[in-house]
């Protein structure tokens, strides 16, 4: 899973340029920034490698593994200050 913050984004390209299997493209969308903001591709070869999330200048990509996605997605869920 890769998620875009598309607001943050100042359209460098440097993550599509940088993606060592191009798994990135730009998407159709213009962000508040008035850039095109990237997308996966349809059909990707993406690894998960996190070069794109370690190269954003702006902090606008997040990259959580397939098989992290659901121990992410409990934290997320935690209630602020709850126990585990
Ligand atoms: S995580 Fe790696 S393979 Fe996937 S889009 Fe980013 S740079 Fe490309
Ligand atoms: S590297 Fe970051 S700022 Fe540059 S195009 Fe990609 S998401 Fe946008």
Redesign the pocket.
Known sequence: MIE??ED?????????D?CPVDA?EKSDILNKRG?R??KLKKINKCNYCRL?EL???????TVIAEDKKEEVNKKLLRPVGGRK
């Open positions: 875009i913050r943050w984004c100042k359209g460098c390209d440097v993550c599509i940088r990135l850039v903001p990237p794109c190269l954003c200048p702006d902090m606008a990509i």
